[in-house]
């Protein structure tokens, strides 16, 4: 804990930041245990706001404090001006239940969301601490953890990581958390504790793995360099989702966050095969949750958090078995007590508009529609199974359910993206337009929003497209030029993302070991919360590549070939790379691969017995 | 059915401000369960009022939120309710049941009690306190959206002493005039001579009505 002159210093810092209740802890459901002799801090590399609306986090954080003797406690990215604050009065990061500091806990686990946040996981743990780099933390120092799908490929952040939780993180976390409880009351040695975790399935520890490069950059070979450490690491899938915990006393925060509602998750991993979606293929296979279950754990969630909005979450929830149901189900029943309902993340493709009036009497917010491309051959290209017409469609159903604000989101330097498909953009952007206008005045409601905005397209490890260069950056600016001039329209507003990050994330997500370095000097000097488009600062990221004299374009641009190590190559996600270069080919050659509902498309889990039937 | 909560808002959520308060007791309503009077219209949102908005940075031993609940029920289920209901690091101190046609509760609010906690000795002494007192007149000017507006603060202290380590005092707070707990302290200690600011912790100990009655001592009717 803190000691009490620090404590003094911290409640005169806390008087003058921004936003102090990010850092008070005491919310509703809060597990506070001190008397466990365990401590796990789980670290989210971002704002309160953000890590609290993370649903993962919750998930774990109940597990982990339903155990006899491990206290879990929450450690967030402090703003700025709070983590110049403590760093000036030498108070280290501390957890909220209990105001410890990150470096008094055995266990530190950071989850990773997004690539962006990775000088977070360096700062948080040099603001707590802690050493950054693994190779410098001593015998006793905690043993730092990570894992979410930004782990998916973990080599970039190997250099600070001592173990990987690949996959599912319910079972692996328990098994690792009761294995370093147990050997550190044994008073066993780091280096053991650390071999005896790469014993756990799903779990990679890098520093018994190396990397031998080709001249050219590219790796010659990989593999583990201590006997008894496995070549492959497999991802952890847990399949008993129906009875999976769940933090049914989900924390109420008192501030206002990110996502301020009850999230329910009602399934998991997606079938659709969308070709550039890196969670379309690492959360296979699908598992849904029972209407029955899910109508249990909306209950518990409502009554212990007093939420007034329910949101049904997956990767795609138009997907889910009986949602019609569902859904009216949910609105029986908590519509005297006003909650009112949500759903992302649905298709268009969809029994959309049952569902709308099911959801549309209950509150009205915009909707968001994910058209992906332009035109039809490039969404066959990355296997987007929309078509204008079940656009066109949900649109309409979605003004004449009484939606006036329809957002309608696109991905732009798509692999064999060309001006054609930019011009379909607008023609697509028009036509929901002249939708809204071919209503009759008296169906549909006033005061037209729509939105387009656009992304630019970042290829990710374990995807058909992981071989695929990024556009170049004067590629991406012309092209958002061009739309931006074609889509001059009444009524319509066009959102685009500056590329710069883009790019950032392009060569991160598919970075090897060197990159470690890179975000280490890029940390240094003074890169953190790089998601936030205000501290993003491109200027130091490329200083940090030059620095250490790696090329951003050798990982954003290069479009590798299929015969290269890939940095990940030695995780078995589950889908395997045969079907991911047999799903590039037929990419390019513009031929769809349908949902496997209905019928299995051998991605690779069918390979592991009892896990895809 | 109306009723008053008594409840408490520990010093380590001193920083809540007055919207997060607001919406979290709303939070605290509905997961009671009570059967709670919500709003008509499209958005219906739980009918209740807090006492006094409380300024971020202070501290509450007495605070009153309003509500109304559709039904009446004995008061140990309503309190036991509330109190589940509340964060664990947030107690229920009270309950009161008012008549559904007693006056609102943020219109009874006439001055509250406060208590400034120094870390360490007080920059001042009793002396100096008594001779701030008896002026007759503190010119003070504060900041509001419209600009700066001077004006009297003296009327608007009833009260003040010192006890041990700490400041307390009586202070006006209504809309006939409204002296904040930091401005007076920020005279006080300008008028001791005290160069730099001292670190304290504000506490509102009571809300009282004209006749400097706690509203938490209210009787039910
Ligand atoms: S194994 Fe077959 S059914 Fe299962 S996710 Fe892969 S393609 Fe789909």
């Known amino acids: ?613 | 059915m109306k009723c008053w909560a008594v409840y408490q808002v520990p010093e380590s959520l001193r920083l809540l401000g007055h919207l997060d308060l607001m919406r979290s007791m709303q939070r605290v309503l509905r997961r009671s369960g009570l059967p709670i009077k919500y709003s008509q219209g499209f958005n219906p949102h739980v009918q209740m009022s807090l006492a006094a908005p409380k300024p971020v940075g202070m501290a509450g031993e007495n605070e009153l939120m309003e509500f109304t609940l559709t039904e009446p029920l004995p008061r140990e289920a309503v309190k036991e309710a509330i109190q589940k209901a509340l964060p664990e690091v947030m107690a229920l101190k009270g309950l009161i049941l008012r008549d559904d046609k007693a006056a609102a509760l943020p219109a009874l609010v006439r001055m509250a009690s406060y208590r400034v906690d120094f870390y360490g000795k007080p920059p001042f002494s009793a002396r100096q306190l008594s001779d701030f007192l008896s002026q007759t007149e503190i010119p003070a000017v504060k900041t509001t959206k419209k600009g700066k507006r001077s004006y009297d603060m003296r009327p608007l202290i009833m009260q003040a002493e010192l006890k041990g380590q700490s400041l307390h005092c009586t202070l006006s707070l209504w809309e006939g005039g409204a002296c904040r707990c930091d401005d007076f302290l920020e005279q006080l200690c300008r008028f001791a001579g005290v160069s730099e600011a001292p670190q304290v912790i504000y506490t509102r100990v009571r809300l009282l009505d004209k006749k400097a009655k706690p509203l938490d001592s209210y009787a039910d009717c």
Not at chain 1, 72 to 84: I, N, T
Not at chain 1, 94 to 114: A, M, N, V
Not at chain 1, 244 to 262: G, S
Not at chain 1, 449 to 463: A, M
Request: charged share 25%; proline share 5%.
């Open chain 1, 1 to 613: 804990m803190l000691t009490n002159e620090q404590n003094q210093q911290l409640e005169r810092l806390l008087d003058s930041v921004q936003k102090a209740v990010r850092y008070l802890g005491g919310e509703m459901n809060q597990r506070y245990k001190p008397e466990a002799s365990f401590g796990f801090a789980f670290c989210f590399p971002d704002t309160y706001e953000v890590g609290m609306s993370h649903l993962g986090m919750k998930i774990l954080y109940r597990i982990l404090n339903d155990l006899d003797d491990v206290r879990c406690e929450r450690v967030f990215m402090p703003a700025v001006d709070m983590a110049d604050g403590l760093r000036r009065e030498g108070i280290p990061l501390f957890s909220l239940e209990t105001r410890s500091p990150l470096k008094d806990f055995p266990l530190i686990g950071f989850t990773l969301q997004y690539e962006m946040s990775f000088t977070c996981v360096l700062e948080m743990l040099s603001l707590g601490g802690v050493a950054a780099l693994s190779k410098a933390r001593k015998e006793s120092d905690p043993i730092v953890l990570a894992g979410g799908p930004s782990a998916a490929n973990p080599e970039p952040l190997t250099p600070f990581i001592d173990a990987f939780l690949l996959g599912d993180g319910e079972e692996s976390v328990v098994e690792v958390t009761q294995l370093v409880k147990a050997l550190r009351e044994k008073g066993e040695t780091r280096e053991n504790i650390l071999f005896a975790l790469s014993q756990i399935e799903g779990v990679y520890v890098p520093r018994f793995y190396e990397a031998v490069y080709n001249e050219d950059g590219t790796i010659r070979s990989f593999g583990p360099i201590r006997e008894g450490v496995p070549p492959v690491v497999r991802r952890r899938i847990y399949l008993d989702f129906e009875n999976a915990p769940y933090p049914e006393k989900m924390i109420v925060p008192y501030t206002q966050i990110v996502h301020d509602r009850v999230a329910l998750e009602v399934m998991r991993g997606c079938t659709r095969g969308c070709r550039f979606c890196q969670a379309g293929y690492i959360y296979r296979p699908v598992r849904e949750r029972s209407p029955k279950r899910v109508m249990e754990l909306a209950e518990s969630l409502i009554s212990s958090s007093g939420y007034e909005e329910l949101s049904i979450t997956s990767l795609s929830t138009g997907d889910y078995t009986g949602l019609a149901e569902l859904v009216a189900g949910l609105n029986k029943r908590f519509q005297n007590r006003r909650v009112a309902l949500s759903l992302p993340s649905l298709r268009v493709d969809g029994s959309l508009k049952e569902t709308l009036e099911e959801t549309g009497q209950v509150r009205k917010g915009g909707l968001t529609f994910a058209a992906e491309a332009g035109t039809q051959r490039l969404r066959d290209v990355i296997n987007k199974g929309v078509t204008e017409d079940d656009l066109i469609t949900a649109v309409s159903d979605a003004f004449s359910s009484g939606y006036a604000g329809i957002k309608i989101y696109f991905m732009t330097s798509l692999p064999t993206e060309t001006y054609e498909d930019l011009d379909g953009i607008a023609a697509l952007a028009a036509l929901v337009r002249q939708t809204y206008f071919n209503l009759p005045k008296a169906s549909r409601p006033g005061g037209l929003r729509i939105n387009i905005s656009t992304s630019t397209f970042v290829p990710k490890p374990f995807t058909p497209f992981q071989w695929c260069g990024q556009d170049a950056p004067q590629v991406i600016e012309e092209k958002q030029r061009y739309l931006r001039e074609k889509l001059r329209m009444k009524g319509l507003a066009f959102r685009w993302n500056d590329w710069q990050q883009s790019r950032m994330e392009a060569a991160i997500s598919r970075g090897d070991r060197r990159m470690g370095a890179v975000i280490y000097e890029a940390w240094k000097l003074g890169c953190r919360l790089d998601s936030w488009t205000e501290h993003f600062n491109y200027e130091r990221w490329q200083e940090a590549f030059q620095k250490v004299g790696v090329d951003i374009a050798f990982y954003a641009n290069r479009e590798r070939s299929y015969d290269e190590i890939l940095p990940w190559d030695f995780i078995d996600m589950g889908v395997t790379k045969d079907f991911l270069r047999k799903e590039n080919e037929k990419a390019k050659a513009g031929v769809t691969t349908p949902d496997c509902r209905q019928g299995c498309r051998g991605c690779g889990l069918q390979r592991l017995e009892g896990v895809c039937t």
